[in-house]
Nanobody
Framework: QVQLVESGGGLVQPGGSLRLSCAASGRTFEPYRVGWFRQAPGKEREFVSGISSDGRRLFYGDSGKGRFTISSVNTLNTLVYLQMNLLKPDDTAVYYC???????????????????WGPGTQVTVSS
């Protein structure tokens, strides 16, 4: 089992930046594939970004391309960041990180393909 905790959310003005963190603990001696998802009120959960288990492949959803950057501080992906720049009110949502031991990249955008989830962190973009 692995436990995930997100941090770094908050209130930011349009055009501002936030860096979200996803910290893993527990069974962390194998590399995980990590994804970031978000869910706004009344909307379905949406893929934001993902990183392969070897850290070499990065993926982005349409909403964050060119503005968001995912990164990992180690080869196990036990601490993964999501740098979000040029934030817009439409980025307001609860942001979740998720992890799986699966090496497949075909379903990296599919939230059903992840086994572990953090509780989420609220991001609010408003003036």
């Amino acid at each position: 089992q692995v436990q995930l905790v997100e941090s770094g959310g908050g209130l930011v003005q349009p055009g501002g930046s936030l860096r979200l963190s996803c910290a893993a603990s527990g069974r962390t001696f194998e590399p995980y594939r990590v994804g970031w998802f978000r869910q706004a009120p009344g909307k379905e959960r949406e893929f934001v970004s993902g990183i392969s288990s070897d850290g070499r492949r990065l993926f982005y959803g349409d909403s964050g391309k060119g503005r968001f950057t995912i990164s990992s501080v180690n080869t196990l992906n036990t601490l993964v960041y999501l740098q979000m720049n040029l934030l817009k009110p439409d980025d307001t949502a609860v942001y979740y990180c998720a992890a799986t031991l699966s090496r497949s990249l075909a379903d990296i955008r599919n939230d059903l393909a992840y086994d572990y989830w953090g509780p989420g962190t609220q991001v609010t973009v408003s003036s």
